[in-house]
Structures are given as C-alpha cells and as structure tokens.
C-alpha cells in the first residue's frame, strides 16, 4: 500500500507540468496563424519535447522505488544511475528550453519580400 502512495504522490506532483505543457501545445496549435512557420514549430517541438521529458522523469520518479524494492538497482548502484539519468533529463529537458526560446527569437513578423530598387 506504501508504494501505491507514494507513485500517486508522483503522480500528482507531475500533474501541473503535464497540464501546463499539453495546454501550451493546444494554445500554439490554435494560434499558429499567427506565428511564423518556424516560430510555431520550434514552440509546438519544445513543448513536445518537455512534455515527454517530463512523462519520463516522472516515470522515473515513480518506478524507483520498484526498481529498489525488487532488487533490480542495488544500493551501490543507485547513486551512479540516478545521476545519471538526472543529467540526461535535465539535458533533454534543456532542449525543449532551447527550442522554445528559438520560437521566441523567430516569432517576429515575416521579412516582406524583396522589391527591386527605384531609380530616378
């Protein structure tokens, strides 16, 4: 019972990331008109990306204890492991960041289109 708690506390604790980002995804999918192309792809992609980032951490969050309960990551390795892991998250997490902040810097208005010069 101790471990159903505890991934329900998981659960929870993820929940207003996940809500937040797939909101996020809703919004700029609805909005897309009025992004650049790129502005709109790098935001969707971000969001996407922290979003499955954040389904995995706290997949991860929440198995652990299984892992160390069912003697699958012993006491020695849990250390090395769970660094591990934590940088690959923050890292993939960071990517999503990146990507989101590309949207931001492409999200000006389109370059209007070339004229040919006037002469007089």
Same mark, same amino acid.
């Given at each position: ?44 992609? /971000?969001?996407?990306?922290? *979003? %499955?980032?954040? @389904? ?6 929440? +198995? #652990?204890?299984? &892992? !160390? ?9 849990? /250390?090395?492991?769970?660094? *591990? %892991?934590?940088? @690959? ?6 990517? +999503? #960041?990146?990507? &989101? !902040? ?15 010069? %006037?002469?007089?």
């Amino acid at each position: 019972m101790d471990m159903i708690g505890y991934v329900a506390m998981q659960a929870v604790s993820y929940l207003p990331s996940v809500i937040l980002l797939v909101v996020g995804i809703s919004l700029v999918a609805a909005r897309r008109q009025r992004l650049t192309r790129r502005s709109g792809t790098f935001a969707i992609g /971000g969001l996407a990306f922290m *979003l %499955v980032t954040t @389904v995995i951490s706290a997949a991860w969050s929440a +198995g #652990l204890v299984f &892992l !160390i309960d069912n003697d699958v990551v012993d006491t020695n390795s849990f /250390g090395p492991l769970s660094l *591990l %892991v934590g940088v @690959v998250l923050t890292m993939l997490n960071g990517g +999503g #960041l990146g990507l &989101l !902040i590309a949207a931001v810097l492409t999200g000006g208005p389109e370059p209007a289109p070339p004229t040919a010069p %006037v002469y007089q």
